[in-house]
């Protein structure tokens, strides 16, 4: 069966697209630990990140690299941060996370509630920032 992330990418399940492009694909994350909390994953799915292939591997976090520079444009924090964790979703994606704080990339901690608009308005300025 299809992970959750790829009937995101078929637009079956609906998401808050920051950027996309052939094999890679960026939204925000549902249960944000900060604002902008955004998902990069690739269009094919893998379960476990390092078992993807090593083109398509670098690609990942070459276009995770584009999407944190847009993010850093648009959200006021002091830098982005990267973790790979994924326990609940098998399908291999990179969590990008404003930060301001250690504390905004503590997956321990309750997460934000943003109203759709909030979402949508973040979605939008982060894509509007993304260079190429
Ligand atoms: P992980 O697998 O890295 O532990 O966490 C998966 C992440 O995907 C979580 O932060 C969770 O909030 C996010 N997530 C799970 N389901 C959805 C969904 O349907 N849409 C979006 N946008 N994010 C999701």
């Given at each position: 069966?299809?992970?959750?992330?790829?009937?995101?990418?078929?637009?079956?399940?609906?998401?808050y697209k920051v950027a996309?492009?052939?094999?890679?694909?960026a939204f925000l994350?549902?249960?944000?630990?900060?604002?902008g909390?955004t998902?990069?994953?690739?269009?094919?799915?893998?379960?476990?990140?390092?078992?993807?292939?090593?083109?398509?591997?670098?690609?990942?976090?070459?276009?995770?690299?584009?999407?944190?520079?847009a993010m850093?444009?648009v959200i006021?924090?002091?830098?982005?941060?990267?973790?790979?964790?994924?326990?609940?979703?098998?399908?291999?994606?990179?969590?990008?996370?404003?930060?301001?704080?250690?504390?905004?990339?503590?997956?321990?901690?309750?997460?934000?509630?943003?109203?759709p608009g909030e979402f949508a308005e973040i979605a939008a300025k982060i894509s509007g920032a993304m260079?190429?």
């Amino acid at each position: 069966m299809a992970s959750i992330f790829t009937r995101i990418v078929s637009g079956e399940i609906p998401s808050y697209k920051v950027a996309e492009d052939e094999n890679y694909f960026a939204f925000l994350d549902i249960n944000p630990l900060a604002e902008g909390h955004t998902l990069v994953i690739p269009k094919k799915e893998t379960d476990y990140i390092f078992d993807i292939g090593d083109e398509e591997y670098q690609g990942l976090f070459l276009f995770a690299k584009r999407v944190a520079a847009a993010m850093r444009m648009v959200i006021p924090c002091e830098r982005i941060g990267i973790a790979v964790i994924g326990l609940e979703v098998r399908h291999a994606h990179i969590h990008l996370v404003p930060l301001k704080t250690i504390y905004d990339i503590d997956f321990r901690k309750p997460k934000l509630k943003l109203s759709p608009g909030e979402f949508a308005e973040i979605a939008a300025k982060i894509s509007g920032a993304m260079i190429g």
